[in-house]
C-alpha cells in the first residue's frame, strides 16, 4: 500500500509540475529579411556536421545569402512551421526530414544536396532571382482513432513489451507467491506512464535549453552498441553454458537408463 501511495504521489506531483510549464521567449527582429529558410534539430548528427564541419552558412554569408535557422526544437511552434513549409513546397516524404532549406519555390534536402547547391551558387541564384512562395497553412493531419488503435497495437509488439509479458507470464506460471505480480505491474505500468508523460510534455519542451548535451548524440549511439554487445556476451554464454550442462544431463540419464535396463 505504501508503494502505491509513493507512485500515486510522484504521479500527481509531475501533473502539478507540468501546470506551471512557463513558455521560453524568443526574440526576432521585425524588420530582418531573410533570402532562405532553414530547418534543422538539436539531435541532428547531419544537421551539426553541415553547421560545424561544412560551414554551409558561413559559405552562404560570404556569397550573400541570408539564411533565417530555425531549429525545431526551440519552440513548439516551429513544428507546425515546418509543416506548412513543407505543404507549400510540396516536399516529398523521403525527403521531409531536417536539414532542409527552403528558397525561392525550391528546397533542398539533406547534407549532399545542400552543399552542391552552395558550391554550385544554385541557392544564391534563386535567391536572387526568385521570391520566396507564400507560405500556405497545412490541412489538420488525417490521423483518426483507427491509426491510434493500429499504432497501438504496433506499439504492443514492440521488443519491450514482450520482454514484459514473457516476465509476468513466468512471474505466473513459476511463482508462489502470486500476490507479488501486483507490485510488479503496478511499478511497470506507473514507469511507463512517467516516462511517457515526461518525454511528452516537461522534457520535449525544455530539452533545448540543454544545448550543451548535443554531442550526446554521436556517444548515446555507440554506448548503447557497447552495452549491447556486453549483453549479447553475456547472453551467448548463458547459452552455452545452458546448452553444455543440458549435455550432461542427457548424458546422465542415458547412463541411468543403460544401468537399469541391463540391471547393472
Excluded at 95 to 108: K, N
Excluded at 121 to 148: C, G, H, N
Excluded at 247 to 253: D, E
Amino acid at each position: 500500500m505504501k508503494k502505491i501511495t509513493y507512485v500515486l504521489t510522484i504521479i500527481l506531483s509531475i501533473l502539478g509540475l507540468s501546470a506551471f510549464q512557463v513558455s521560453p521567449l524568443n526574440s526576432i527582429a521585425a524588420d530582418e529579411t531573410y533570402d532562405a529558410v532553414y530547418f534543422g534539430s538539436l539531435y541532428c548528427t547531419i544537421c551539426q556536421n553541415l553547421e560545424t564541419e561544412d560551414l554551409a552558412f558561413e559559405r552562404l554569408e560570404a556569397q550573400g545569402v541570408m539564411v533565417q535557422k530555425i531549429i525545431l526544437e526551440e519552440d513548439s511552434d516551429n513544428t507546425s512551421l515546418f509543416r506548412n513549409y513543407q505543404f507549400t513546397f510540396d516536399v516529398s516524404s523521403n525527403e521531409s526530414m531536417v536539414p532542409i532549406i527552403f528558397v525561392g519555390d525550391r528546397y533542398f534536402a539533406g547534407r549532399t544536396d545542400i552543399n552542391n547547391a552552395i558550391d554550385s551558387f544554385e541557392i544564391r541564384d534563386i535567391a536572387q532571382s526568385t521570391q520566396m512562395l507564400e507560405i500556405m497553412v497545412a490541412p489538420p493531419s488525417d490521423f483518426s482513432l483507427v491509426y491510434f488503435i493500429l499504432l497501438g497495437f504496433v506499439d504492443g509488439v514492440n521488443p519491450c513489451a514482450i520482454a514484459m509479458l514473457l516476465l509476468f507470464i513466468s512471474l505466473l506460471g513459476f511463482t508462489k507467491k502470486k500476490s507479488i505480480l501486483i507490485p510488479v505491474a503496478l511499478t511497470f505500468i506507473s514507469a511507463i506512464f512517467i516516462s511517457y508523460f515526461l518525454f511528452g510534455t516537461i522534457l520535449y519542451q525544455y530539452l533545448y535549453q540543454l544545448r550543451f548535451l548535443s554531442f550526446l548524440v554521436k556517444t548515446i549511439p555507440w554506448i548503447i552498441v557497447g552495452i549491447s554487445g556486453i549483453l549479447f556476451l553475456l547472453n551467448f554464454y548463458d547459452f552455452i553454458v545452458t546448452c553444455f550442462k543440458n549435455i550432461i544431463l542427457l548424458k546422465t540419464s542415458f547412463q541411468e537408463g543403460f544401468k537399469s535396463s541391463t540391471g547393472k
